[in-house]
């Protein structure tokens, strides 16, 4: 093995427990908690020199990186943040990632450790993007991949990507919470054969950390808010992590509030974070036309729930009209194509602004995740405008109407 790593440490978020480096410990040994990844010493992130360097890999001296070089990428990172007309808000495009989310920042890192780990397989439970992007840098990396997959309930992209970079797919009868028991109980059989692609791997989640720096390198500041649509609660701990590194190493002085949006009947964190409780409340059967983030029992639950706390953030829900809705602005007043997901952050703004929560004058960055085309059955949702003409002066009548 031939890690970069030997500097950093694992921390558990509930005991504090640390532990040196170790590509296959995703909990900690003593409570079962999640871990955290830390040691970074105020690298200098930012410099010139780094800047020619691709995407995520900019920040390298901030991620757990092999001393291998050249490191497996697919030049992923450094996506638009498209402003919204008229307003002081931003969107972060995450859809525009090789293969079209917000997974391959975290993918991108947690590949390279697993191919200079000596695993043999990556293996991942996902409601579509982990698989997409598991699959495809997998296979960049020569290594044999595994999604397990609710059957026929993922995205058609995404299930297409997973066999055309190919991924071998496992379908479950159950949903996503089912899948990653499946997948965790494989994890503790092949310890050292298997690799973790999930986002309870903290490896996974200091690639998407960056979505934090890349924010701050436009704007030059961290935003008031950051609205984040949250499924296994991953992304938005990571992007919070990644602001909290800025302010702990002098970028910045003010930290973002941390918004975390889920669709009304798949709203596990939603319900735990409004009870005030300390505990999970799952959600048993999750249902939403948001596909991507239809999960009942979020695995990084806690480490949300301390981010929500520790930045004065809340958690809202958006109904699945509300979701279509949002789906339809975005692409035709921003020009954006993203999946229903990825709406919900656009969906609970729009919310909080008609309520007066938030003014026009907040600076605020929305995260869209995924990209439109992953999911081309909300072509089901949109009315139709399509024209079938015979004769030319059909279509003549038809722009006489237009103009
Ligand atoms: N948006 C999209 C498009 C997603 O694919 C996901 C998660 C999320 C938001 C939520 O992010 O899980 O970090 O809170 N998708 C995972 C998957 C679960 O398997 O692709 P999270």
């Not at 990632?97 to 391959?104: A, I």
């Not at 300390?278 to 059967?285: A, G, Q, T, V, Y």
């Not at 004769?391 to 103009?403: G, M, R, T």
């Given at each position: 093995?031939?890690?970069?790593?030997?500097?950093?440490?694992?921390?558990?978020?509930?005991?504090?427990?640390?532990?040196?480096?170790?590509?296959?410990?995703?909990?900690?040994?003593?409570?079962?908690?999640?871990?955290?990844?830390?040691?970074?010493?105020?690298?200098?992130?930012?410099?010139?020199?780094?800047?020619?360097?691709?995407g995520?890999?900019?920040?390298?001296e901030?991620?757990?990186?092999?001393?291998?070089?050249?490191?497996?990428?697919?030049?992923?990172?450094?996506?638009?943040?498209v402003?919204?007309p008229?307003?002081?808000?931003?969107?972060?495009?995450?859809?525009s990632?090789?293969?079209?989310?917000?997974?391959?920042r975290?993918?991108?890192?947690?590949?390279?450790?697993?191919?200079?780990?000596?695993?043999?397989?990556?293996?991942?439970?996902?409601?579509?993007?982990?698989?997409?992007?598991?699959?495809?840098?997998?296979?960049?990396?020569?290594?044999?991949?595994?999604?397990?997959?609710?059957?026929r309930?993922?995205?058609?992209?995404?299930?297409?990507?997973?066999?055309?970079h190919?991924?071998?797919?496992?379908?479950?009868?159950?949903?996503?919470?089912?899948?990653?028991?499946?997948?965790?109980?494989?994890?503790?059989?092949?310890?050292?054969?298997?690799?973790?692609?999930?986002?309870?791997?903290?490896?996974?989640?200091?690639?998407?950390?960056?979505?934090?720096?890349?924010?701050?390198?436009?704007?030059?500041?961290a935003?008031?808010?950051?609205?984040?649509?949250?499924?296994?609660?991953?992304?938005?701990?990571?992007?919070?992590?990644?602001?909290?590194?800025?302010?702990?190493?002098?970028?910045?002085?003010?930290?973002?509030?941390?918004?975390?949006?889920?669709?009304?009947?798949?709203?596990?964190?939603?319900?735990?974070?409004?009870?005030?409780?300390?505990?999970?409340?799952?959600?048993?059967?999750?249902?939403?036309?948001?596909?991507?983030?239809?999960?009942?029992?979020?695995?990084?639950?806690?480490?949300?729930?301390?981010?929500?706390?520790?930045?004065?953030?809340?958690?809202?829900?958006?109904?699945?009209?509300?979701?279509?809705?949002?789906?339809?602005?975005?692409?035709?007043?921003?020009?954006?194509?993203?999946?229903?997901?990825?709406?919900?952050?656009?969906?609970?703004?729009?919310?909080?602004l008609?309520?007066?929560?938030?003014?026009?004058?907040?600076?605020?960055?929305?995260?869209?995740?995924?990209?439109?085309?992953?999911?081309?059955?909300?072509?089901?949702?949109?009315?139709?405008?399509?024209?079938?003409?015979s004769?030319?002066?059909?279509?003549?009548?038809?722009?006489?109407?237009?103009?």
């Open positions: 093995m031939s890690f970069d790593v030997k500097h950093l440490s694992m921390r558990c978020i509930k005991c504090g427990s640390r532990y040196s480096f170790d590509p296959f410990l995703y909990s900690c040994p003593k409570c079962g908690n999640l871990l955290d990844i830390e040691g970074y010493d105020n690298p200098d992130i930012f410099r010139k020199e780094n800047s020619r360097l691709p995520i890999w900019k920040y390298h901030a991620l757990p990186t092999t001393a291998e070089k050249p490191w497996i990428s697919l030049d992923e990172g450094g996506t638009p943040l402003k919204i008229g307003a002081n808000a931003w969107i972060k495009f995450e859809g990632n090789p293969t079209g989310s917000f997974k391959d975290g993918m991108a890192v947690a590949i390279n450790i697993a191919k200079y780990s000596g695993a043999k397989i990556v293996i991942a439970a996902s409601t579509g993007n982990t698989a997409s992007s598991m699959a495809a840098y997998a296979s960049r990396a020569r290594l044999k991949s595994l999604v397990v997959v609710p059957r309930r993922i995205a058609a992209g995404k299930l297409f990507q997973s066999i055309l190919g991924s071998f797919v496992v379908e479950v009868d159950d949903g996503f919470d089912k899948a990653l028991r499946i997948v965790q109980r494989l994890l503790a059989k092949w310890k050292g054969v298997i690799y973790s692609a999930n986002s309870l791997n903290p490896v996974r989640l200091e690639g998407q950390k960056t979505i934090a720096y890349e924010i701050y390198e436009r704007l030059e500041q935003p008031d808010y950051v609205f984040v649509p949250v499924g296994n609660a991953g992304n938005i701990s990571a992007i919070w992590k990644g602001f909290k590194e800025l302010k702990e190493w002098g970028y910045i002085d003010k930290l973002p509030v941390m918004v975390g949006v889920q669709a009304e009947g798949s709203a596990p964190l939603y319900k735990t974070w409004s009870a005030g409780s300390m505990r999970l409340i799952p959600e048993e059967d999750p249902e939403t036309v948001a596909s991507a983030i239809r999960i009942g029992r979020p695995v990084n639950w806690l480490k949300a729930l301390l981010a929500l706390r520790e930045s004065n953030g809340f958690m809202l829900t958006v109904s699945d009209e509300e979701i279509i809705e949002a789906v339809v602005e975005i692409a035709r007043i921003v020009g954006l194509g993203v999946e229903p997901s990825s709406a919900t952050s656009y969906a609970a703004w729009k919310k909080l008609q309520s007066g929560s938030i003014t026009e004058k907040d600076t605020v960055v929305l995260i869209a995740t995924g990209h439109a085309l992953k999911d081309p059955g909300f072509l089901n949702y949109l009315e139709s405008r399509t024209v079938s003409i004769e030319f002066s059909e279509l003549d009548a038809f722009i006489q109407k237009l103009v």
